[in-house]
């Protein structure tokens, strides 16, 4: 009996370990960052408060910032009573006080909790950055996320300056009066773009900023932010490229990346719908001298007309952003102006009747994103609209002020946590793909069997 009992342990394949709490992390008013020995980091998922281990958390990946959160303290668990506290000064240093630090998570991961913390000045609103959970432990940091994509197409270390600025000088001399490309250099090399770097390093997909109007006014937009409450991370392009400009920066890369992918609608432009004038145009020049090449849209999906134009003159593939599938949740982030949900359902359809390929830009944030709510709409959105790959991404916006932007129009159950959301859905359609790029049309349909780390003790997803 207890060698049969041996041989099922064994067919297991895993050994299950206690996970050890991770250490909590605070700063003090210099932006200095240090342990706080006693306590456990915390992660916060709207109401809910969970105590950073070693089982719900990853080593933080490489090209991920620690950022300290002014104007907030931190909540951390109490390791010796197991409860969690409200820490308003350095219980070590008492009358200094302690500030949160959250952690902005490299591509390629999702959040599965954020940063746990309490308002002190509730108009102070957070800039656009997502504010992972993240502690210390083994000697290194550990942050609460979720790797759904492990290709290194954003990796830093993958990005020398001086082979970008080497790259740049090429383009230089390839397209010397090329404006979209003059604008790609000041992404590369000011704003530290890693699309723009990967145009200039002949590497994955290209970006193609087209359009200087919006029809949404998102509210952690990026590129376009009305009054002085927060700042945008990057000006929009203030200028519409001629399809002949467009056609010459995605023909250069096109013709030296193999499986590449080129792509309007990125984060320095408004909705690339808009630009259809120019792109419609461009991508016959495109199609006029090749074949090869993944023509894809970063888009709002608003204009479901527009688009199906688009598909005729030879756009290959669309993403799609929400921050959720359901109508009102999806109006209070979008705000949009002159179109509606069902225009972006429209789209959707559209390009699935057309044999397009979609995915879908699912802006996450933990709390909402994996509330029984919006689980269930995602099934029932999914089962109706058969998209292709959801693309996985950390919404950028201040989440306290998110949870109440989303709770003022519907109402949210006990979050079930992102990791058994992410489960729920893939066991429901194994099919879905899960991803954080745009892939080219060479990998299509063949990224849904991969799987995808949860962490190295509870497997994968």
Not at 423 to 449: T, V
Request: charged content about 25%.
């Amino acid at each position: 009996m207890q060698q049969k009992q041996m041989q099922q342990k064994r067919r297991k394949g895993r050994v299950h370990h206690t996970p050890a709490p991770v250490t909590a992390l605070v700063a003090d008013a210099d932006g200095e960052i240090f342990e706080l020995e006693g306590y456990a980091a915390a992660g916060m998922a709207d109401g809910d408060l969970v105590p950073l281990t070693t089982r719900n958390t990853l080593p933080m990946p490489h090209g991920g910032e620690l950022m300290f959160l002014a104007h907030r303290r931190p909540v951390l668990f109490n390791i010796a009573t197991g409860a969690p506290e409200l820490i308003t000064e350095n219980p070590f240093a008492p009358g200094e006080p302690v500030y949160p630090v959250a952690a902005f998570n490299s591509p390629g991961y999702v959040n599965a909790y954020v940063c746990a913390y309490r308002e002190q000045e509730v108009d102070d609103i957070l800039p656009l950055f997502s504010y992972g959970a993240v502690g210390w432990q083994g000697g290194g940091f550990r942050s609460a996320v979720i790797c759904v994509d492990r290709e290194p197409r954003q990796d830093l270390r993958r990005m020398p300056r001086e082979k970008v600025v080497a790259g740049v000088r090429r383009m230089q001399r390839v397209m010397p009066e090329n404006r979209l490309r003059r604008h790609l250099e000041r992404c590369a090399l000011e704003y530290g773009c890693p699309a723009g770097k990967n145009f200039f390093l002949g590497r994955y997909e290209a970006p193609l900023p087209t359009s200087r109007a919006c029809n949404a006014r998102c509210l952690g937009c990026i590129s376009l932010q009305p009054g002085d409450a927060l700042s945008c991370s990057q000006e929009r392009i203030d200028f519409t490229p001629a399809p002949e400009e467009i056609a010459e920066v995605a023909l250069a890369h096109i013709r030296r990346v193999k499986h590449s992918v080129v792509s309007f609608g990125q984060g320095c432009e408004g909705d690339p719908l808009l630009a259809a004038g120019v792109i419609a145009p461009a991508i016959r020049l495109i199609r006029r001298e090749t074949d090869q090449g993944t023509i894809n849209m970063n888009t709002n999906a608003s204009l479901p007309e527009v688009l199906a134009g688009l598909f005729d003159a030879g756009l290959d593939s669309i993403r799609v952003s929400m921050n959720s599938v359901r109508e009102a949740c999806y109006h209070a982030y979008f705000r949009p102006k002159g179109y509606a949900f069902a225009d972006v359902l429209k789209s959707v359809d559209t390009a699935l009747a057309r044999g397009r390929y979609v995915a879908v830009n699912y802006l996450n944030c933990p709390g909402f994103t994996d509330s029984p709510e919006e689980v269930a709409a995602f099934m029932d959105f999914r089962r109706a609209h058969p998209v292709h790959l959801i693309q996985w991404r950390n919404l950028n916006y201040d989440p306290v002020q998110y949870w109440a932007a989303m709770n003022r129009v519907s109402a949210h159950g006990t979050p079930m946590g992102m990791r058994r959301a992410l489960r729920q859905i893939r066991r429901a359609f194994p099919d879905l793909e899960y991803g954080y790029f745009n892939p080219p049309r060479e990998r299509w349909g063949k990224r849904s069997g991969r799987r995808h780390e949860v962490d190295p003790g509870q497997g994968h997803l």
